[in-house]
């Protein structure tokens, strides 16, 4: 399966605070993206890395990309309550028809003020 | 900005009736999907189409249909509702093309059938 695993599945911090979640998958890919969740409500897409690209940066996020170790870590960089959310991340291989990811569990992140 | 919407935010049903979820995308994307969410399994795809009136199973189909007439609506059916269909539904559209594939979601819709 191409499903990304997040881990830890919950990390909780102090705002202020750095976040690190990692995400492994098991198939080749043409991108990987993360995406957040506030609670009760629809994902949010946060950023895409492509397979050719080892690292990005969007604002406060940072993600690393690792196709050797078929894995992806997400950084959140001095952190606010308002990050307090789950956090999924998407493998994506030229196999699926149509778009389609596949969605891990995620990591629950909880942001305390 | 790209706008999915979603019918209903809160829906409750009794066991046995047909349910109707529809999801409207406004960003003439080709790929529209639907998922489950449940505590502990993460998001499930139940099914996705890449086209009008085209449509694939995800990894949940049982117990549900769906039907893309237009290229901008998407809609679930549960033909006979039941209690383990309570559930978070979310629909998400993305546009077709290599590493242009991000997913846009709705809101999404609190099913409980009672």
């Known amino acids: 399966s191409q499903q990304g695993e997040e881990d830890p599945q919950a990390l909780s911090i102090q705002e202020g605070e750095n976040a690190t979640m990692n995400c492994s998958y098991k198939?080749?890919?043409?991108?990987l993206q993360w995406y957040r969740q506030n609670s009760g409500r629809g994902l949010v897409h946060l950023i895409l890395i492509r397979s050719n690209e080892r690292e990005k940066h969007s604002g406060r996020l940072r993600v690393t990309l690792d196709t050797s170790k078929k894995s992806s870590s997400l950084l959140i960089t001095a952190s606010r309550a308002a990050d307090t959310a789950s956090y999924f991340c998407?493998?994506?291989?030229?196999?699926?028809?149509?778009?389609?990811?596949?969605f891990g569990q995620g990591t629950e992140l909880s942001v305390k003020p | 900005d790209v706008k999915v919407t979603q019918s209903s935010r809160y829906l409750v049903k009794r066991t046995g009736e047909k349910v109707f979820l529809e999801c409207v995308q406004d960003?003439?994307?080709?790929?529209m999907f639907w998922y489950r969410q449940d505590p502990g399994l993460g998001l499930r795809l139940i099914y996705f189409s890449y086209d009008v009136k085209m449509k694939e199973k995800g990894d949940i189909p049982e117990g549900y249909s769906v039907s893309r007439e237009k290229k901008e609506r998407f809609s679930l059916i549960l033909e006979s509702a039941s209690t383990n269909q309570t559930s978070m539904y979310l629909c998400a559209s993305s546009p077709d093309g290599f590493n242009t594939d991000t997913q846009y979601f709705g809101p999404g819709t609190r099913l409980t059938v009672l």
């Open positions: 998407a493998p994506k291989t030229i196999y699926n028809q149509g778009g389609k990811l596949i």
């Open positions: 198939t080749s890919i043409n991108n």
């Open positions: 960003m003439d994307h080709e790929n």
